[in-house]
């Protein structure tokens, strides 16, 4: 059974900094691409940033300079970092794996940015 759980959301002043975790089990870990995504109340959901099987990393132009994600094959893990973070980052970002028609997601961590 594959499961990707997501950890590390929460509340956080703007500027502040939050690390999300999405342990992965029940796959090949290391030849998923793996990716991070957001949605906010009445929006779609968006991609946030993803890092490839090769380590190859993408952003969405809003957080490049502020989100870095990472991966850990060992602990069958992706993160992401969250520094300086701003008044629209609030979402639920959802944690994807994805290999060719393989696609699975997390139930969402929930971000929350407000002073």
């Known amino acids: 059974q594959v499961q990707l759980v997501e950890s590390g959301g929460g509340l956080e002043q703007p500027g502040g900094s939050l690390t999300l975790s999405c342990a992965a089990s029940g796959i090949r870990f290391s030849i998923y691409n793996m990716g991070w995504y957001r949605q906010a109340p009445g929006e779609q959901r968006e991609l946030v940033s993803t890092?490839?099987?090769?380590?190859?990393?993408n952003y969405v132009d809003s957080v490049k300079g502020r989100f870095t994600i990472s991966r850990d094959n060992a602990k069958n893990t992706v993160y992401l970092q969250m520094n300086s973070l701003k008044p629209e980052d609030p979402a639920v970002y959802y944690c994807n794996a994805l290999w060719r028609t393989s696609d699975y997601w997390g139930k969402g961590a929930q971000v929350t940015v407000s002073s």
């Open positions: 890092i490839r099987s090769n380590g190859n990393t």
